[in-house]
């Protein structure tokens, strides 16, 4: 079956129908990842978005349930090169074309992923059609006319709408180990020091995981929850999750979180970093492209040591705009913007992303918090 993809400014793309037959429109985004397209796919954070991945060929691993980063696709459709009709992991439950029909998740293949990702880092961020239903000139009037994530408060609509203490499976994936006797693909845990309140703004499964790894005990929030209602739960610290659409939409949550500062250690992970400095009082710019890979260098400004990160963000903090005593901690390399704030006053920091690899904890500066309260 043909499939159109339709840029606001008239450009078209076809290919073969993927998935999900239909239409469906949302911003055009691309992301540079060689692998993850899983993980990629249901990330919260895709919310409202087409996502184009360049990277010639995907599925060549199938789909492995346990690694969704949510319970299933958040991006409204997927483009790419080429599916594979082969998976090849041990690990996969199910073929990546049939998990898209399963989720009524529409997708395209035969698109030239790297001529679009040129075009909107020319032309910057442009909203965006994709249908097995309609002509070339009608699905460019339906991206015309599509939601833009320009004043979008998406992250409520991803949000889980009641508490729950995360209890997922959270040990780290290792090898086994038959000379030990251990044939075990999972290591140990570490044990609960602190307790901490995520407020899910469109949080990630690893995320969970990965604070539970470092010895955290997780109560997952409403993104509306109040600043009292998360007092209840009598945190050691607050953890603000990333997620999709503007962050100065998010009026109400940036209001909870200001009412919060310097009440607990509070830290803020992509849009909960964004959150968390225009609560701060700063505020925040649009990128023209916006930053999604897995190989984007960001400095940490403290030790002049340059990280290989995984950011996914269509905002910015403005650098000028923090207020005294708010710092720009880390910087994305590609084009300077702000990918790191402490306030050490406040008890607050962020980052936008999360390292591609880590030593000994994920989010060591926020455990350094809780622990200096204690």
């Known amino acids: 079956m043909k499939a159109i993809l339709a840029l606001e400014d008239g450009t078209i793309f076809e290919g073969t129908s993927i998935g999900a037959a239909g239409t469906v429109t949302g911003e055009a985004c691309f992301n540079t990842a060689v692998m993850g397209y899983q993980e990629i796919l249901t990330d919260p954070a895709y919310c409202g978005q087409i996502l184009a991945m360049t990277y010639p060929l995907i599925g060549n691993y199938g789909i492995v349930d346990e690694d969704n980063e949510s319970t299933g696709p958040k991006a409204a459709a997927i483009v790419m090169g080429e599916l594979s009709n082969l998976h090849s992991s041990w690990r996969a439950d199910s073929p990546m074309g049939e998990w898209l029909k399963q989720h009524n998740t529409l997708g395209v293949e035969g698109v030239d992923t790297r001529k679009l990702a040129r075009h909107l880092r020319i032309n910057g961020a442009m909203r965006a059609c994709l249908t097995t239903e309609l002509n070339a000139e009608a699905a460019v009037?339906?991206?015309?006319?599509?939601?833009?994530?320009?004043?979008?408060?998406?992250?409520?609509?991803?949000?889980?709408?009641?508490?729950?203490?995360?209890?997922?499976?959270?040990?780290?994936?290792?090898?086994?180990?038959?000379?030990?006797?251990?044939?075990?693909?999972?290591?140990?845990?570490?044990?609960?020091?602190?307790?901490?309140?995520?407020?899910?703004?469109?949080?990630?499964?690893?995320?969970?995981?990965a604070l539970r790894q470092d010895g955290c005990e997780v109560t997952v929030l409403p993104a509306t929850s109040t600043a009292d209602e998360i007092l209840a739960q009598n945190p050691d610290g607050l953890f603000l999750s990333s997620g999709p659409g503007d962050p100065a939409a998010l009026t109400g949550i940036i209001d909870t979180v200001k009412a919060l500062l310097g009440k607990l250690p509070i830290f803020g992970l992509g849009l909960g970093m964004e959150i968390l400095g225009l609560a701060l009082g700063g505020s925040v710019e649009r990128l023209k492209f916006g930053h999604r890979g897995a190989n984007q260098p960001s400095k940490d400004l403290?030790?002049?040591?340059?990280?290989?990160?995984?950011?996914?963000?269509?905002?910015?903090?403005?650098?000028?705009?923090?207020?005294?005593?708010?710092?720009?901690?880390?910087?994305?390399?590609n084009d300077d913007s702000v990918a790191g704030i402490l306030c050490a006053e406040q008890k607050a920091a962020g980052l936008e992303y999360t390292p591609e690899a880590k030593n000994g904890c994920t989010f060591c500066t926020f455990l350094s918090m809780i622990k200096a309260d204690k």
């Open 302 to 333: 403290s030790t002049g040591k340059v990280e290989i990160t995984a950011p996914n963000q269509n905002f910015a903090l403005v650098a000028a705009s923090l207020p005294a005593g708010a710092e720009v901690t880390h910087l994305n390399l």
């Open 141 to 209: 009037a339906q991206a015309k006319t599509a939601a833009s994530l320009n004043g979008a408060a998406l992250a409520t609509q991803v949000s889980t709408t009641s508490a729950y203490a995360w209890s997922g499976e959270s040990r780290p994936w290792k090898l086994p180990n038959k000379t030990a006797g251990d044939m075990s693909n999972y290591g140990t845990l570490a044990p609960i020091c602190c307790k901490v309140a995520v407020l899910d703004l469109g949080v990630k499964t690893s995320t969970l995981r």
